[in-house]
Nanobody, 119 residues
Framework: QVQLVESGGGSVQAGDSLRLSCAVS????????MGWWRQASGKQRELVAR???????NYGDSVKGRFTVSRDNPNHTVYLQMNNLKPEDTAVYYC?????????????WGQGTQVTVSS
């Protein structure tokens, strides 16, 4: 059974840092591009960062230069290092696995972790 479990959220001040983790169980990690998405209250979910199976990252414009996504393949974990946090980064952050199966791709989601940044 596939499970994505996020951790590391919390409440911080503007300018602080946080590191989110997402542990993936089930035999999908090596064939999954991993992503971090976020959803602020009253807004649509947006892509924060994504990392391919080969480790190539890309970022949403609002977080470029501040956030870094990485993956630990042996431990089936993906990280999001968030530096210089701003109040507009406040949202629920979701981990996503975009699994490339034999016949189709499947998206798996974590339960989300709250990040609150106060000014």
């Amino acid at each position: 059974q596939v499970q994505l479990v996020e951790s590391g959220g919390g409440s911080v001040q503007a300018g602080d840092s946080l590191r989110l983790s997402c542990a993936v169980s089930g035999d999908i990690f090596s064939r999954s591009a991993m992503g971090w998405w976020r959803q602020a209250s009253g807004k649509q979910r947006e892509l924060v960062a994504r990392i391919t199976t080969s480790g190539s990252p890309n970022y949403g414009d609002s977080v470029k230069g501040r956030f870094t996504v990485s993956r630990d393949n042996p431990n089936h974990t993906v990280y999001l290092q968030m530096n210089n946090l701003k109040p507009e980064d406040t949202a629920v952050y979701y981990c996503n696995a975009n699994y490339l199966g034999r016949w189709r791709t499947t998206d798996y989601w974590g339960q989300g972790t709250q990040v609150t940044v106060s000014s």
